[in-house]
């Protein structure tokens, strides 16, 4: 089974800093998607960033950027300028083909993440 | 407006009874997820369909079932079975592929006394 280890159960940070949250993760295969999901107070899962593994350019969304390294298995999210409204648990997941016309998405156990004024 | 939706938002049960957790979606997205969440163990996957009619176990299915009859409904039943059924559970959809972003439903949580 896939598996996704967050290292850091909690990180804090001050507004406007720069804050980067880890995440490794195991497979065999070449073919796979990372992403990272933020679930704020409210507990909706959002999207916050999608990295494909044949691409070795990283990802950007505004404010957040992450740094894929494949060989080492390592998918980290930097989130620059961070605001008050970033405080939430951030969820690393990963995506690989599981036969019989199937996708399974794992994610890691998450990291709780707050921003202080 | 497109979505998915879960409910309720919170249930309460007896030990030894099952009980019933609705996910619907109006997305057209193939497939559906039904995830536990637990303080410190992040999202487990309980059960995942790909297509109507067709489903698999996920990493903890013992004492859950599901049901996929409808594109756009996806049940999960938590059975007397489980050992420990109070957990926020998560509904998710999305369309088919390992690159597709999965749209998660508000959650259901579900206190068993």
């Known amino acids: 089974a896939q598996t996704v280890t967050q290292s850091q159960p909690e990180m804090s940070v001050q507004e406007a800093e720069t804050v980067t949250l880890s995440c490794t993760y195991d497979?065999?295969?070449?073919?796979?998607?990372l992403f990272w999901y933020k679930q704020p107070p409210s507990r909706q899962m959002i999207l916050v960033i999608r990295q494909e593994a044949y691409k070795q350019q990283n990802a950007t969304e505004n404010r957040f950027s992450v740094n894929f390294q494949k060989a080492a298995k390592s998918f980290s999210l930097k989130i620059s300028d961070s605001q008050l409204g970033d405080t939430a648990m951030y969820f690393c997941?990963?995506?690989?083909?599981?036969?019989?016309?199937?996708?399974?998405?794992?994610f890691g156990k998450g990291t709780k993440l707050s921003v202080i004024p | 407006d497109g979505g998915i939706t879960q409910s309720p938002k919170y249930l309460f049960r007896k030990e030894g009874q099952n009980v019933t957790l609705s996910c619907e979606q109006n997305?057209?997205?193939?497939?559906m997820y039904w995830y536990r969440q637990d303080p410190g163990q992040g999202l487990r996957l309980i059960y995942y369909?790909?297509?109507?009619?067709?489903?698999q176990k996920g990493d903890i299915a013992e004492g859950y079932s599901v049901s996929r009859e409808k594109k756009e409904s996806f049940p999960l039943t938590v059975t007397s079975a489980q050992k420990n059924p109070t957990a926020f559970y998560l509904c998710?959809?999305?369309?088919?592929?390992?690159?597709?972003?999965?749209?998660f439903g508000q959650g259901t949580r579900l206190t068993v006394v």
């Open positions: 369909s790909q297509i109507v009619n067709d489903f």
């Open positions: 998710a959809s999305s369309m088919v592929g390992a690159h597709t972003e999965a749209f």
């Open positions: 997941a990963f995506a690989e083909y599981s036969g019989a016309g199937s996708y399974q998405l794992t």
């Open positions: 997305l057209n997205h193939d497939a």
């Open positions: 497979t065999s295969e070449s073919n796979y998607y």
